[in-house]
């Protein structure tokens, strides 16, 4: 079963993007680059929960 993910931008803390997951036992948080509308440039986005 796959789980949902969030992803917030690290910068203004907003919630932009979705994923999910394959792995239930993962025990670090994932962080990619993504494009934040708010902040208008290429920011780490965390996973929350």
Known sequence: MKNK???ACAECG???YTTTSSSENQTE???LKK???NCN???VHRETK
Request: hydrophobic share 25%; charged share 35%; with cysteine.
């Open 35 to 37: 494009f934040c509308k």
């Open 41 to 43: 440039a290429h920011t």
């Open 29 to 31: 948080r994932r962080e």
């Open 14 to 16: 907003t919630r932009n």
């Open 5 to 7: 993910i969030t992803l």
